[in-house]
């Protein structure tokens, strides 16, 4: 049964792939035995998972680019299927968000958040799926999304936006590509700990720079996820592999969320009392 989930042999391409939920990515397909090409804008971050995959066992390419040139994407892409000889795993990982009304965000602004997150997107993934299909040997796509792409997201609409696309895209290809043994799938996930929303958006991964959180901050951001804490990176890593893996052989065009239970409670909190809640004035149940 675990030789199912192994994906010894095979090739991935990871975009955005130095840090946060792209890294755990990458990192965790080479441990299941896949090499991995590494494309991500900060230098020193893809060649510190580089590092982290060779460590694995598997050979590693660490390619600086920003997703948003789509002509260095592309590139990117054949370099890594060139280096292989073949194709077989695309991450698309790369996104970007940064809050404010939508009534007072610029022009220049959504279209750089359509770049990052949606073009980023439809570029890799049109140049992977050809080199997938000129092998022959099908191959799996995982788009990380975010349970933003199903709900409201007030003060981040671009962005949900965006995501919501990202779904909708994932289902099509499922069905487009199906013929050629492409699966297509998404992941979506909420409150998981990164380099960026720790303040750490740029420069080599350091934990020591990270926002630190008072003891109420982090009471009160467990008692909106239903399992009591934050995600952490390598478990979106987990979920990538399986849906790369044998195992998901019959999983196409599904989202699959990996936020703790946060998008089945729609609202839902822990209040201080332990009792569940609509907010803390609510409380229902005895």
Same mark, same amino acid.
């Given at each position: ?65 920003? #997703?948003? =040139? ?6 990117? #892409? ?44 439809? @570029? ?19 788009? *990380? ?12 609409? *671009? ?15 499922? *069905? ?5 043994? @492409? ?6 996930? =909420? ?46 890593? =987990? ?14 065009? #599904?989202?699959?969320? *990996? ?28």
């Amino acid at each position: 049964m675990t030789d199912r989930i192994r994906l010894d042999g095979q090739a991935a391409f990871v975009t955005g792939g130095g840090g946060g939920i792209g890294r755990a990515i990458a990192i965790r397909l080479a441990e299941a035995g896949a090499d991995i090409a590494i494309f991500d804008i900060f230098p020193e971050r893809a060649e510190e998972a580089a590092e982290r995959v060779r460590e694995a066992g598997r050979k590693a390419l660490a390619i600086p680019g920003d #997703v948003m =040139d789509s002509a260095a994407l592309r590139a990117a #892409v054949d370099r890594a299927a060139a280096e292989y000889g073949r194709l077989d795993i695309l991450a698309n990982n790369a996104g970007g968000v940064s809050a404010r009304p939508f009534l007072e965000q610029s022009e220049r602004s959504m279209r750089k958040h359509v770049d990052i997150n949606l073009m980023s997107m439809l @570029i890799a993934t049109q140049a992977a799926a050809q080199h997938m299909v000129a092998g022959g040997r099908g191959g799996s796509i995982v788009n *990380v999304a975010s349970i933003e792409a199903s709900r409201a997201a007030p003060n981040f609409a *671009v962005y949900a936006a965006c995501k919501a696309g990202m779904l909708s895209f994932t289902k099509s290809m499922a *069905v487009e590509l199906s013929g050629h043994g @492409i699966r297509v799938n998404c992941i979506a996930p =909420d409150h998981t700990i990164t380099p960026g929303n720790q303040g750490n958006r740029a420069g080599p991964v350091d934990p020591a720079t990270w926002k630190q959180h008072s003891d109420e901050a982090v009471d009160a951001m467990n008692r909106l996820i239903p399992l009591g804490r934050e995600g952490v990176d390598m478990e979106c890593g =987990d979920a990538a592999v399986f849906l790369s893996s044998a195992m998901a052989s019959y999983i196409s065009g #599904v989202l699959l969320p *990996v936020d703790g239970g946060t998008w089945a409670s729609s609202g839902w909190v822990r209040g201080q009392n332990g009792k569940w809640t609509l907010n803390e004035g609510l409380s229902f149940g005895a």
